[in-house]
C-alpha cells in the first residue's frame, strides 16, 4: 500500500538554527500538505501545495517558514529560524484533490528546538 | 469558520465492550467530516469518512460514525473493543472546495482498551 513517509523521525536543534523536514509524498498525488500538532494542543494546518506553488497558507506560516518541492518527488519544510515554539510534531500528508478524497498523512516528525 | 469539539479527551473502556467516541462539530456549509486515527509512532490514518451520502458511516476495523445534522455530531461507535483499538482519534471536518481547503482537527480522544 502507497503511503506518505517522513524524515527524520526525530529532530532536535539548536534555537535560531535552520531545520528542513523532509516528506516523500503518494507518488500521483497532486495536493501537499503540511500541518503540525504542539503537545496537548489541536493539529493545526500550516501550508497546501498544489502545482508547484502555496495554494492556501495559515497565520501560523509566517516568513520564517518556506516549503519546496525540489525534485518531482520530495517535498520540504523549512524552517528558517528555530524558535522554542516551534516544537512540535510536524505531519505531511498528500491527497490527489479530486472531489473529497481523504489526506494521507505520513508519521510525523518531532522537531523539538533547545 | 469550520470547528471540531472532542468532548472527551480520554476514554476508557473494557475490551469486548462498546466504545463510543462523541465529536461535534460548527460549519458554515455542508461539511465533509472524518475520523482519523493515530497509533504510537504512525501516521494519522483515516477510519472513515462522511461526504453528504449515506448517513451512516462505515469506516476500517468495524468503526462506524452517524452524521446527525440537528445535533451537529459525527460520533464514532464500535460495538466491541480490541486490544488493538488502543490510540489517539481525531475527528476532522473540511468544508470541502478543492483539495487546498483544509482540514481542521479536534484536540483528539484518547482511548485506552483494559484487558
Known amino acids: 500500500e502507497p503511503e506518505v513517509t517522513q524524515t527524520p523521525s526525530h529532530q532536535v536543534t539548536q534555537m535560531g538554527q535552520e531545520v528542513i523536514l523532509r516528506c516523500v509524498p503518494i507518488?500521483?498525488?497532486?495536493?501537499f500538505y503540511w500541518y503540525r500538532q504542539i503537545l496537548g494542543q489541536k493539529v493545526e494546518f500550516l501550508v497546501s501545495?498544489?502545482?508547484?506553488?502555496?495554494?492556501?497558507k495559515s497565520e501560523i506560516f509566517d516568513d520564517q517558514f518556506s516549503v519546496e518541492r525540489p525534485d518531482g518527488s520530495n517535498f520540504t519544510l523549512k524552517i528558517r529560524s528555530t524558535k522554542l515554539e516551534d516544537s512540535a510534531m510536524y505531519f505531511c500528508?498528500?491527497?490527489?484533490?479530486?472531489?473529497?478524497?481523504?489526506?494521507?498523512f505520513g508519521q510525523g516528525t518531532r522537531l523539538t528546538v533547545v | 469558520a469550520q470547528s471540531v469539539t472532542q468532548l472527551d479527551s480520554h476514554v476508557s473502556v473494557s475490551e469486548g465492550t462498546p466504545v463510543l467516541l462523541r465529536c461535534n462539530y460548527s460549519?458554515?456549509?455542508?461539511?465533509?467530516l472524518f475520523w482519523y486515527v493515530q497509533h504510537p509512532n504512525k501516521g494519522l490514518q483515516l477510519l472513515l469518512k462522511?461526504?453528504?451520502?449515506?448517513?451512516l458511516v462505515k469506516g476500517i476495523n468495524g468503526f462506524e460514525a452517524e452524521f446527525k445534522k440537528s445535533e451537529t455530531s459525527f460520533h464514532l461507535t464500535k460495538p466491541s473493543a480490541h486490544m488493538s483499538d488502543a490510540a489517539e482519534y481525531f475527528c476532522?471536518?473540511?468544508?470541502?472546495?478543492?483539495?487546498?481547503?483544509?482540514?481542521?482537527f479536534g484536540k483528539g480522544t484518547r482511548l485506552s482498551v483494559i484487558a
Open positions: 500528508a498528500s491527497s490527489l484533490g479530486t472531489e473529497v478524497t481523504e489526506a494521507f
Open positions: 507518488s500521483n498525488h497532486l495536493y
Open positions: 501545495f498544489y502545482n508547484n506553488e502555496i495554494s492556501e
Open positions: 460549519s458554515s456549509y455542508s461539511p465533509s
Open positions: 462522511y461526504t453528504s451520502a449515506a448517513t
Open positions: 476532522v471536518v473540511s468544508d470541502w472546495v478543492s483539495g487546498n481547503t483544509p482540514l481542521v
